[in-house]
């Protein structure tokens, strides 16, 4: 890798982890030659608006804005993925780019307006070869660069998940732990939310959460609504609440 990118990412790669690293001796492939509009016609975003939105901050519309926007660009990537017969395997490619879009290095570095576009086009190229992404979802986080829409990364993200979920009538569970499940384990939480909602398919999601202090919990429906809590943390607040233990005080 030439000597420029390594300093550019030097930060980055040494906070990434070691699965998301960026091998050091790759030489970028030939940019694919994909326009914006040949690859996702159905994708109609005015940029004028968007420059507005991002100028506008934190304003209501603006985030009203960002959330269309986001929608739109999963929708088109949908679309595209489901045309060519690579949905399931481009979902496989979005969890991986959250992945790397949640490291904190990873995320300043794609939304830092100082870095030049073509350190971010080579970082990315590299990322998907080390972590095997199609050539569709790399083009296509390249296209987010170019636009300079990557900070949309983590809102698509979420709105490619309802869109991936809506097509293939899946109903996405987030089981939350103290230590990872086993696969036997979360295979029987999985069965029990089909039950409980009739979806055509289950998929998990896991998170590791100290502040459960032992158990898990499992939120599923629309936008994580519903919530089983088998945790130790809501048995202990349980106890607390029957005890009520507010007015006693401790001997000094």
């Known amino acids: 890798m030439a000597s420029a990118l390594q300093n550019a990412t030097a930060s980055l790669q040494s906070k990434t982890p070691p699965s998301a690293r960026l091998p050091t001796n790759f030489t970028s492939p030939k940019p694919l030659n994909l326009s914006f509009s040949a690859t996702f016609p159905s994708l109609n975003l005015s940029t004028t608006a ?6 506008r901050g934190g304003s209501a519309l603006g985030t009203k804005m960002s959330a269309t926007a986001a929608g739109s660009y999963a929708s088109a990537l949908a679309d595209v993925a489901k045309s060519n017969n690579t949905l399931d395997a481009t979902a496989s490619d979005i969890e991986k780019i959250e992945r790397l879009f949640s490291n904190p290095a990873a995320n300043d570095f794609f939304t830092n307006p ?5 350190k971010k086009r080579q970082v990315i190229d590299e990322f998907a070869k080390s ?3 199609q050539p569709l979802t790399a083009n296509f986080i390249n296209i987010l660069i170019d636009s300079k829409r990557v900070d949309l990364v983590k809102d698509i993200v ?3 998940e309802k869109v991936y979920n809506k097509l293939t009538d899946t109903q996405l569970a987030v089981v939350s732990s103290v230590v990872a499940l086993e696969s036997q384990h979360l ?4 069965k029990q939310v089909q039950k409980l909602t009739g979806a055509k398919n289950v998929r998990i999601k896991t998170v590791i959460d100290p502040s459960l202090v032992a158990g898990f919990t499992v939120r599923y429906g629309s936008s994580g609504s519903k919530l089983i809590d088998m945790s ?11 005890l009520d233990l507010s007015d006693i005080e401790l001997a000094a």
């Not at 100082?114 to 073509?118: A, F, G, Q, S, V």
Request: glycine share 0%.
């Open 50 to 55: 968007t420059a507005t939105n991002r100028r």
């Open 187 to 190: 295979a029987q939480i999985a």
């Open 158 to 160: 979420v709105e490619f």
């Open 131 to 133: 972590s095997a992404l």
């Open 232 to 242: 130790v943390k809501k048995q202990l607040e349980e106890i607390t609440a029957q």
């Open 114 to 118: 100082t870095i030049d576009l073509e």
